[in-house]
Structures are given as structure tokens and as C-alpha cells.
């Protein structure tokens, strides 16, 4: 039977081969939007590889003026990458405490935590910590030199990791001439944000903008020309965000029902065919911004559905990195930018809308009012 079966189809080929079939009437392209293949808006990457890429130290000889600042960015790198290989080895499990929040810690929590305390600890220029976790600002500064007053959110995405999804670390860095209370994210000396998927990368903000630096490219580090490894290379330089997008990332959603400017900001998108991008972490829904130089995330407040991100530890951070790459903030209610609210208290909560200049405009028209 198997004989048969492959002797019948093999002469069906070939007559189909001879022309004796029926023709096929050739169906319309679906190139634009696509059958069951990738769609015109997917927004695929169209960065080409480069023959070589500059080393953490030779960005930062180039651009970061202050050697302080240099010295508390590398600190920081290093604890993300620590982060980085306990993300590859811890189960995520209840851990049997809760944050101050009242929230359940996890497993990985706790060690992202604990590994960022343990860095401004031992870091000579860190003067003063705190976390999400435990939003209180302490003194770590033994030696009585340091400089800085960091904040972090050590993993961003609690209710996502458990699922595998990409999640992130935020880290804001405040001079000891403002600390943290008073002051207001425009006084950070620089702010850098990682995101843990396939690879680790990080935001950084450097002087002259926002640069982007890949971690452990191979077993080893990263191979540079002259034949020597380094853990992390410049893999974007000076980022920019277009003033005009077509992804979006719609936080609170719930807000709609009582906001009619965001329910109206929303069916903007969908009748525009713009492209949804939202994964619920904070990190990865608005890191899309810099690797596809263009997109809006939004997160407004409501009586009902109040705002909810922290703003030392979140919007402040990545509100520097999206200014810095021509990108704009809002504060979600007066329109203003998100780096001009001053921090009166650690855990302070803010709405925001962040990215792409001319959609951050259409969200201060729409929900904020602002003519």
C-alpha cells in the first residue's frame, strides 16, 4: 500500500509539473497586512550588525564629565548583571514575607533586593539607598565620603516574571547637594534602567544623552578589536525617540471607564491602526521606545483606578532617559513634565504619560485638558 500511495502521488506531481492539472488563478498580495504571515506593523529591528562596538570605559571616558558619577554607573552595572545571573537560576517562588505594601515578596525579589543593597553598601561614592521594597532612605555611607542618594524598584514585573516575560530593574541617582525629599527628577546626575529577557541591556544616561549597554554577548564578555573581552558593550549611542509613533502601551485601562478623554485617547489608536505593545511590565513597555525610536505609554489616574507608579523609583528614571533621547513626560494631571514634580515623600505615586513628543502632547490635550 505504501508503494502505491507514493506511486500515485509521484505521478500527480508530475502531471501537475506538465501542465495537465487546472490552473491556480494567482491570489492578491498580503503584504500589507498579511494572511497569516508578519504584518506591515509588526515594527521589526533594522539595526545592522557592526564590525565592532566601544567598550563601557570608552563611552564613559567620552561621555560622563564627572568621574563620581562614572564610578556609581559601573557600580550599578555590575549589581545588573549579578541581578542577571540569579534571574537565570532562581525558581520563582513565594518567598514568605511581604513588602511594606502588604504585597507578597518573591524569591527573586529578595535577591535583586538584597544583591543592590549589598552595591551601595560596599560602593564608596553611594551616601544614601532605598527601595521600593522598603521606601525609606538610608544611610549607608560608612566612610562618610559618599556622594550620591540612590533609589531603585530592584525587579519591576512581579506579576509577570513567573510567566518568563522580559522584567527590569530602575535605578535613579540623586547628588548629595538635593537628596532625594525636595527634590525633583530634573536633579538627577543620571538614572539607568535594565531589562532582563534573552539579553541584558541597560539605559543609561550619560551627558549628552541616552546610551545603551548590552551585557555578556558571550560566555566570556564581549570581544572588542583589539582581541581583549569586556561584560559590557555599547550597543546603541545617543538614542532618539521620534516625536511621532504608532505603538502604544495603555496602562490602567480601568481609568476609561471614568475618564472620557482617555476612553476618547484610546479609540485614537485602534481607528489609527496603530500597534499595541504592552506587556504590563513597566520596563519592557516603555523600553520599546528606544529600540523602536518611536512610542507612547500611558498611565492615567482616576477616583476610582488611582495611579499607582512610585515616582523616585519609576517615572522619575525613566522620565531623564526618554528626555535625554528627545522623547517628553507628563505628569499626567497638569501637563508639565514628570521631572519637574518635586519628591516630598519616597513612596509618592504619579500618573504619567511618557515617549514620543507629539502623542505625549494628544494625552495632555485629551486626558489633561491643557489648551
Known amino acids: 500500500m505504501k508503494f502505491v500511495f507514493l506511486s500515485l502521488f509521484v505521478t500527480g506531481a508530475v502531471a501537475f509539473n506538465q501542465g495537465s492539472s487546472p490552473a491556480f488563478t494567482a491570489r492578491p498580495s498580503t503584504k500589507l497586512y498579511g494572511e497569516y504571515g508578519a504584518s506591515s506593523t509588526s515594527f521589526y529591528t533594522t539595526t545592522e550588525k557592526q564590525d565592532s562596538y566601544l567598550s563601557l570605559d570608552d563611552v564613559l571616558d567620552k561621555k560622563c564629565s564627572d568621574d563620581k558619577v562614572k564610578a556609581v554607573i559601573k557600580d550599578m552595572l555590575d549589581v545588573c548583571a549579578d541581578i542577571t545571573e540569579a534571574l537565570r537560576t532562581a525558581l520563582v517562588t513565594v518567598e514568605g514575607s ?207 483606578s488611582p495611579a499607582k507608579l512610585r515616582l523616585a523609583f519609576e517615572a522619575a528614571p525613566f522620565g531623564l532617559l526618554v528626555e535625554k533621547a528627545g522623547g517628553k513626560t507628563s505628569d499626567g494631571v497638569t501637563g508639565n513634565s514628570i521631572l519637574d514634580v518635586e519628591i516630598n515623600a519616597v513612596d509618592q505615586r504619579t500618573p504619567l504619560c511618557i515617549g514620543s513628543a507629539n502623542e505625549v502632547d494628544r494625552f495632555n490635550d485629551m486626558v489633561c485638558m491643557v489648551e
Open 98 to 304: 511581604a513588602n511594606t505594601f502588604g504585597d507578597a515578596q518573591l524569591s527573586v525579589d529578595v535577591i535583586a533586593d538584597n544583591l543592590l543593597w549589598d552595591a551601595v553598601k560596599a560602593s564608596p561614592v553611594v551616601r544614601e539607598g532605598a527601595s521600593e521594597e522598603d521606601p525609606i532612605v538610608r544611610d549607608v555611607d560608612e566612610g562618610g565620603e559618599g556622594e550620591f542618594t540612590v533609589c531603585w524598584d530592584p525587579l519591576d514585573g512581579s506579576s509577570i516574571v513567573d510567566n518568563n516575560w522580559a522584567v527590569g530593574t530602575m535605578i535613579g541617582i540623586w547628588p548629595k547637594s538635593t537628596g532625594l525629599i525636595g527634590a525633583k527628577g530634573s536633579d538627577q546626575v543620571t538614572s539607568l534602567v535594565a531589562l532582563y529577557g534573552p539579553r541584558t541591556t541597560v539605559l543609561v544616561a550619560l551627558d549628552d544623552g541616552t546610551y545603551e549597554f548590552t551585557y555578556g554577548c558571550t560566555p566570556e564578555g564581549c570581544q572588542l578589536p583589539d582581541g581583549t573581552w569586556e561584560p559590557w558593550i555599547c550597543s546603541r549611542q545617543d538614542i532618539k525617540i521620534s516625536p511621532d509613533a504608532k505603538i502604544f502601551a495603555p496602562a490602567n485601562l480601568r481609568a476609561a471607564q471614568e475618564l472620557p478623554g482617555y476612553k476618547k485617547l484610546i479609540d485614537h489608536f485602534m481607528e489609527n491602526r496603530y500597534t499595541l505593545r504592552y506587556s504590563g511590565g513597566l520596563v519592557p513597555d516603555v523600553y520599546q521606545q528606544f529600540t523602536k525610536e518611536q512610542g507612547v505609554f500611558s498611565n492615567p489616574t482616576s477616583d476610582g
